[in-house]
């Protein structure tokens, strides 16, 4: 899309260590829900520690705070992984695994090729906590066009 690809950071609180009773049942979908998101149309990168995902990775002071990072062709192909695959399955049961955070995850361009680190994720976060959805910073109940696109229409009737 114009040179343009969109990167996505969510994160969660857990109410639990990742490797303790609360969190087995995410902890063991991991890898399922990794391979699905690599396997799918639209997907380009994603962020990884050791262990094949990145719940090794702290990129938040909270060490009960684990960060997902990754980048898509387009909005659309995020918003069918998330939305209208089996990843749903899982994210349906985030009170089950993870706090309520008010924003826990934010969108945003990046020009093809490029893979953000986790400290971008962190200032994307705190611009949309600050600001509202923004063309820095978005959600998909309010997206914004890639630069240089058209315009783009909001998620909202597949958002939870």
Known sequence: MNGWHLAEINIGR??????????????ANLDQVNALAESHPGFVWRL????N????????DDPMVVTNMSVWQDLDSLAAFAYRSDHRLIMRRRK???????????????????????????????????HGPTADAFTFRQPFPAPGAGTIKP???ICE
Request: hydrophobic content about 50%; proline content about 9%; cysteine-free.
């Open 14 to 27: 857990m109410l639990g260590p990742i490797d303790g009773p609360v969190m087995a049942d995410f902890a």
């Open 48 to 51: 990884k520690g050791e262990g």
């Open 53 to 60: 995902n990145a719940t090794d990775l702290q990129a938040f």
């Open 96 to 130: 089950e695994f993870f706090a309520p955070m008010e924003v826990y995850m934010a969108l945003w361009w990046v020009p093809a090729g490029h893979e953000p680190t986790p400290q971008e994720g962190r200032l994307k976060l705190e611009r949309l906590a600050a």
């Open 155 to 157: 998620v909202l009737e």
